[in-house]
């Protein structure tokens, strides 16, 4: 398997545009994570799906971010006004039954 | 309750030397207790892995030692290599039915760890 694909890799933008951050789980995981790092607050956890369901969005900053998962091989995060203090590397994981969780590569976004 | 306090920030070793990271909770419903190592420009990897029915475990070099009375956890990284240069996050979870809902990671702030030469 080819793990955890995210893309893009790295996203610059302008404040106010939409920013559109994708994954793709492991095939045959039924969770998925997606999760922010930044320096300040370290790893945290925005929001996470079971079996494609979204289960605590708790994390989610603002209204401005949003997350989908239309089907089990694809997820969306989007922010919509973005701003510069969204600028941080955004995770996705996915696990089965919710125990090892195995992250992607990250995407890099700067918004200026 | 859902914190997991790690220490310390940072960590400088010599080669050879043994790294030590301490972690503490609060919630008596963890009971899964994973270690994740992160590369720069990379995402967290599973290191290893414990639940509260054991006091130790040990893969290779890394050693996972766990005090359920104390609510405390540790990783124990020995003969520490340069290669071995990396943060490490300690996380805990809890069972879905201790939980109420399906498990979550929750993680430490991280170490990063410098293993010089």
């Known amino acids: 398997d080819a793990g955890v694909i995210q893309s893009p890799r790295h996203e610059v933008t302008e404040m106010g545009q939409e920013v559109t951050l994708r994954c793709k789980p492991i095939?045959?995981?039924?969770?998925l994570f997606w999760y922010r790092q930044t320096m300040m607050r370290g790893l945290e956890l925005l929001i996470y799906?079971?079996?494609?369901?979204?289960?605590?969005d708790s994390g989610m900053p603002e209204d401005r971010f949003s997350a989908k998962m239309p089907n089990a091989s694809f997820s969306t995060l989007k922010i919509q006004p973005s701003e510069p203090r969204d600028s941080a590397v955004y995770f996705c994981?996915?696990?089965?039954?919710?125990?090892?969780?195995?992250f992607g590569q990250g995407t890099r976004l700067t918004v200026v | 309750q859902q914190q997991v306090k790690q220490s310390p920030q940072s960590l400088i070793v010599q080669k050879g030397g043994i790294s030590i990271i301490n972690c503490a909770y609060e919630?008596?419903?963890?009971?899964?207790f994973p270690w994740y190592q992160q590369f720069p420009g990379k995402g967290p990897a599973l290191l290893i892995a414990?639940?509260?029915?054991?006091s130790e475990k040990k893969e290779g070099r890394f050693t996972i030692s766990f005090n359920k009375s104390a609510k405390q956890f540790s990783l124990h990284i020995m003969d520490s290599q340069p290669g071995d240069s990396a943060t490490y996050f300690c996380?805990?979870?809890?069972?879905?039915?201790?939980?109420?809902?399906?498990?979550?990671?929750?993680f430490g702030s991280g170490t990063q760890l410098t293993v010089l030469p």
């Open positions: 799906f079971n079996n494609n369901v979204p289960i605590d």
């Open positions: 994981a996915s696990s089965r039954r919710g125990l090892e969780a195995f």
């Open positions: 919630n008596t419903a963890f009971d899964y």
């Open positions: 996380a805990a979870s809890a069972s879905l039915i201790s939980s109420g809902s399906a498990r979550q990671l929750t």
């Open positions: 414990i639940r509260p029915d054991v």
């Open positions: 095939s045959g995981h039924d969770y």
